[in-house]
């Protein structure tokens, strides 16, 4: 009976992350709290959270639309790699492509060796992502792991990493934990 | 497996990830030594695998990692692997 008095520790937990959900998110706000979304779900608590999902992908477009607009107008390559960095999964590969090329045109004409090289290299990395698209799943992944690292240590419990891993990638860890105490 | 080490665990396996990535990057852009350097410092099994898939990809045959293609391949190859550790491939 008391039960039904008091919204559950999960519920509260769902509001927390409809409380984040402001006018004022960047994509890379959204990108998290999805994660942690998707790491705190319980049985009890998925039909929230796919409607905070639905609504948190609802706000996508015009963030990127958003971003694209700042690319354009950025006026360092530094800023335009980091912007288009946070892009790359919302953009169709040629459109990448042509954005990587563009940058690294304005990057062979800087007079600066070493504003050259540090973007080069950042560009080197964006390129390879872009042959090799495991890299951008790769990348998700690792932020994936780390959020799923803090929510554990946070709950003193294995149950997120239970509910966000598969039974393969748990084993995976498990592995390595012993491999690293041994 | 506690909390902590489980978060170790989670640590160590993002680390071991993302330096394969960095040693088939190093093969696909050429950077030979600092990819065998690698390649080298990987766990056994990890090791073990990446060989056993340059080799079905070159078909038994010797690759010259200097060669473009066999450099590549080598970077697919790590990069398969790789796929396999993140479970992209278990059922």
């Known amino acids: 009976m008391g039960s039904t008095a008091f919204p559950s520790k999960e519920m509260s937990q769902m509001a927390s992350f409809e409380a984040r959900m402001g006018d004022d998110l960047s994509l890379q706000d959204i990108e998290e709290i999805e994660q942690q979304i998707v790491i705190q779900t319980t049985d009890k608590t998925r039909g929230v959270a796919v409607g905070l999902l639905n609504r948190l992908d609802a706000k996508k477009p015009a963030l990127i639309d958003r ?14 790699i980091k912007i288009l960095s946070s892009l790359i999964q919302y953009l169709p590969p040629e459109e990448v492509t042509e954005k990587l090329d563009e940058i690294q045109f304005e990057a062979s004409l800087v007079d600066d060796p070493k504003v050259r090289d540090a973007v080069t290299e950042q560009l080197k990395h964006l ?26 240590l ?3 419990s294995l149950a997120p990493m239970f509910a966000a891993l598969s039974d393969y990638q748990v084993e995976q860890i498990r592995r390595t934990a012993i491999a690293g105490c041994a | 497996m506690s909390p902590e080490g489980a978060a170790y665990g ?3 396996y993002s680390k071991a990830l993302c330096k394969q990535a960095e040693i088939a990057e190093a093969f696909y852009y050429g950077r030979i030594g600092e990819g065998v350097e ?36 080598i970077a697919d190859a790590i ?9 992209l491939h278990a059922s």
């Open chain 2, 38 to 73: 690698g390649l080298l410092n990987l766990p056994e099994d990890v090791r073990l695998l990446i060989d056993q898939l340059i080799w079905d990809a070159a078909g038994g045959q010797a690759i010259d990692p200097t060669d473009e293609a066999s450099a590549e391949l």
């Open chain 1, 127 to 152: 390129q390879f992502a872009q042959a090799k698209p495991v890299i951008h799943d790769l990348k998700d992944f690792v932020d994936r792991l780390k959020k799923v690292g803090h929510a554990v």
């Open chain 2, 79 to 87: 990069l398969f692997s790789l796929e396999e550790q993140m479970g």
């Open chain 1, 67 to 80: 971003e694209i607009n700042k690319l354009s107008h950025a006026s360092d390559l530094i800023s335009k």
């Open chain 2, 10 to 12: 989670i640590e160590e």
């Open chain 1, 154 to 156: 946070n709950t003193n």
